[in-house]
Nanobody, 121 residues
Framework: QVQLAESGGGLVQPGGSLRLSCAASGSIFRIFDMDWYRQAPGKQREWVAHITSGGSTSYSDSVKGRFAISRDNAKNTVYLQMNSLNPEDTAVYYC???????????????WGRGTQVTDSS
């Protein structure tokens, strides 16, 4: 019974910043790679950022240089620092984590329910 819960979304002015958090809870044995995705109305879900269990990061071209993904393994939490926000960043942001639950034989992907980020242009 693993759950992911995003927080930190909201309304921000153009050029502003937000930090999203995603905390995993439940009977967790180990969390592997984690990702952030986003989906704007009428568009496909888009991959945004990735972080490995070792802390290596990668980003989509649309956010590279503006966003930063990080994690706190002690808190089972992944973060997305978003700077220089623009209207194109308006979307529901989702976190995904590859998690092996206690007692499970293999890890699987879990998704959060999403948090709304709106750039008020």
């Amino acid at each position: 019974q693993v759950q992911l819960a995003e927080s930190g979304g909201g309304l921000v002015q153009p050029g502003g910043s937000l930090r999203l958090s995603c905390a995993a809870s439940g009977s967790i044995f180990r969390i592997f790679d984690m990702d952030w995705y986003r989906q704007a109305p009428g568009k496909q879900r888009e991959w945004v950022a990735h972080i490995t269990s070792g802390g290596s990061t990668s980003y989509s071209d649309s956010v590279k240089g503006r966003f930063a993904i990080s994690r706190d393994n002690a808190k089972n939490t992944v973060y997305l620092q978003m700077n220089s926000l623009n209207p194109e960043d308006t979307a529901v942001y989702y976190c995904k984590a590859v998690v092996q639950a206690m007692g499970a034989t293999v890890p699987i992907s879990y998704w959060g329910r999403g948090t709304q980020v709106t750039d008020s242009s």
